[in-house]
């Protein structure tokens, strides 16, 4: 068992705290490749001609091989959208948060790699006031058998 305690935010800021466990890694090289994208905008309100509507990120290298564990999440904030967000193909969802009221939206979720190479993932949503929008990749190296499923998310709302 592992005691995780996260850092206090305060009284204000919009997050999750999300913790993964996950069995069959190679605890000697843990993380085989990752990746992270962001965009955004000034904060508009609803009708924001601009509103970002979805996000894709890749893994920086090439170096995920069959049976990984590629992990991800998307997170984005709006203007007290309502949004649902889509799961990606081929994934299996973790965990989401589709209110952006007095929060943040996010969707965690994996796949066991399948196809040797870079991973990516693409996160889409509706919404008509959504100005900054975030994605993070890693892949886990697999262990001398294939990682199981991830067994246990637990979410802290921030």
């Known amino acids: 068992m592992h005691t995780v305690t996260p850092d206090a935010i305060g009284r204000s800021g919009d997050g999750f705290f999300l913790l993964l466990e996950a069995q069959g890694l190679d605890s000697a090289s843990l993380i085989r490749d990752f990746g992270h994208s962001r965009t955004w905008h000034p904060k508009v ?40 967000m889509s799961l990606p193909e081929g994934w299996t969802s973790l965990g989401v948060e589709h209110s952006a009221l007095d929060n943040i939206c996010y969707r965690a979720c994996y796949k066991i790699v399948t196809t040797p190479g870079p991973q990516a993932v693409t996160g889409s949503w509706v919404s008509n006031s959504c100005f900054v929008a975030e994605a993070a990749i890693v892949v886990f190296s697999k262990g001398h058998s294939a990682p199981a499923a991830p067994t246990n998310l637990r979410v802290v709302r921030g």
Not at 55 to 60: A, E, F, P, R
Not at 63 to 84: E, H, K, M, R, T
């Open 45 to 84: 309100g609803p009708g924001d001609p601009n509103t970002i509507q979805s996000i894709s990120v890749t893994t920086d290298g090439s170096a995920a091989q069959v049976g990984d564990l590629a992990v991800a999440i998307i997170g984005q904030d709006s203007y007290g959208d309502n949004n649902q």
